[in-house]
């Protein structure tokens, strides 16, 4: 059995850089959940100054960072 996840999955957002920012934190229940919000959200946050996202399942890194700019 697998512990349940204490802080649920989360965006962690960076700047241009590469450095961390801030962001909207919302703990989803899953990763279909979480991917879903920022498909409609990432142009607000490339808005805001977000270049990059990383999901967090807890403190695990699932994925990223990815970039929201255009390629």
């Given at each position: 059995?697998?512990?349940?996840?204490?802080?649920?999955?989360?965006?962690?957002?960076l700047?241009?850089?590469?450095?961390?920012?801030?962001?909207p934190?919302?703990?989803?229940?899953?990763?279909?959940?979480?991917?879903?919000?920022?498909?409609?959200?990432?142009?607000?946050?490339?808005?805001?100054?977000?270049?990059?996202?990383?999901?967090?399942?807890?403190?695990r890194?699932?994925?990223?960072?990815?970039?929201?700019?255009?390629?």
């Open positions: 059995m697998e512990p349940e996840q204490a802080d649920g999955w989360e965006w962690r957002y700047d241009e850089a590469g450095v961390g920012v801030d962001g934190v919302i703990a989803f229940e899953s990763q279909e959940a979480a991917e879903a919000w920022l498909t409609g959200n990432f142009p607000v946050l490339a808005d805001q100054g977000v270049s990059a996202v990383s999901l967090f399942d807890g403190e890194v699932v994925y990223g960072p990815m970039s929201l700019e255009p390629e």
